[in-house]
């Protein structure tokens, strides 16, 4: 792996993923559109020789054509990755997620680059009758446009790998926790805690049972199902998590014994927090365990590093709105 571009590089995932290339010598291009990537999250790399930065959107075919040449990876991280709020603009996740995919398709196809790892979600699985949920579960009727978009962008890229030879590794998340994370149930409960530490607000019953994954595991996980399936012509999917859950009420539990607060939580009911909502997510990940990968950190551990994170990193999560609240 010389030379890899991400989409979505200045992302939380991505900037991520780009430190971990660059340290292990490999040249990286990154492109954002920087409209929810940070440029501090590339304020270390930002100056490294073999590392060009893109500003630039993946629905523009030319700067992704200019991006990808000659490359021997793309990373395809830049997305729409706001799912609660899909219904309140449904062309954004056809746009930003499934039309951008196919752009970064040809724009591949058009350079001759042939291996892809496309950064998909669990939630193409909706509510699933089989925990855990396996890869070759039976997709059940969709019910959020975002895990839509992501499902019809899978297709397109398995369709390029039995078409024009495209090596695809499709990895679906669970939720990613970690330093750079900046969206997300623990984000937005961090966030309205410090406005207000005395009430929180939170969707659905609080019994919700969320899976997550640290970005430095789930880094390993993509590397190691990108180099295994280097050159093999075909598209492969891979379930990234743990083999536990986490109640959304005890992630409340744990932010305010963080922050040394007794908030009253205040739930506005119903087993769904918004449409689209998962009421139980956990993944089947025997695929890539057998690969040799294990998570390296729990849960907790994950969400406890994110919050010193937040801690010591109070641009990542405030803004104007908030400094006239705290003010």
């Avoid at 291996?115 to 855990?132: D, H, L, M, N, R």
Wanted: charge should be negative; charged fraction near 25%; hydrophobic fraction near 40%.
């Amino acid at each position: 792996m010389k030379r890899a571009c991400i989409t979505g590089g200045a992302g939380f995932i991505g900037s991520n993923l780009a430190d971990r290339l660059i340290d292990g010598g490999v040249e990286v291009v990154i492109v954002d559109n920087f409209s929810t990537g940070r440029r501090e999250f590339l304020a270390g790399v930002a100056s490294t020789a073999g590392v060009r930065i893109v500003d630039g959107d993946t629905r523009d075919t030319a700067t992704v054509e200019n991006a990808v040449d000659g490359c021997d990876w793309v990373f395809h991280l830049q997305a729409n990755a706001d799912l609660r709020r899909g219904l309140e603009h449904p062309r954004r996740d056809l746009e930003q997620n499934t039309i951008a995919t196919s752009n970064v398709l040809e724009a591949m196809r058009a350079r001759g680059v042939k291996q892809i790892v496309f950064a998909s979600t669990g939630s193409v699985y909706g509510e699933p009758a089989v925990f855990p949920t396996p890869e070759d579960a039976p997709f059940p009727i969709q019910t959020s446009l975002y895990a839509a978009s992501k499902l019809a962008c899978e297709t397109l890229i398995e369709a390029y790998a039995a078409g024009f030879g495209f090596t695809g590794v499709i990895c679906r998340f669970v939720s990613v926790l970690g330093e750079r994370y900046t969206h997300g149930h623990v984000f937005d409960f961090y966030r309205a805690l410090k406005r207000d530490p005395t009430h929180l607000r939170v969707l659905g019953d609080g019994r919700q049972e969320k899976s997550y994954l640290h970005v430095q595991d789930c880094i390993s996980a993509i590397l190691l199902a990108a180099r295994h399936h280097e050159n093999s012509a075909s598209a492969h999917v891979y379930n990234l998590g743990t083999d536990e859950t986490l109640v959304v009420d005890r992630s409340v539990e744990l932010i305010a014994e963080h922050l040394s607060l007794t908030p009253e939580v205040e739930h506005t009911g119903g087993r769904r927090g918004w449409i689209g909502d998962s009421p139980l997510i956990r993944l089947d990940t025997s695929r890539i365990r057998a690969l040799g990968w294990r998570p390296q950190l729990t849960i907790e551990q994950a969400l406890l590093r994110t919050l010193e994170w937040f801690d010591a990193n109070e641009y990542a999560w405030r803004d104007e709105a908030m400094e006239s609240a705290l003010s």
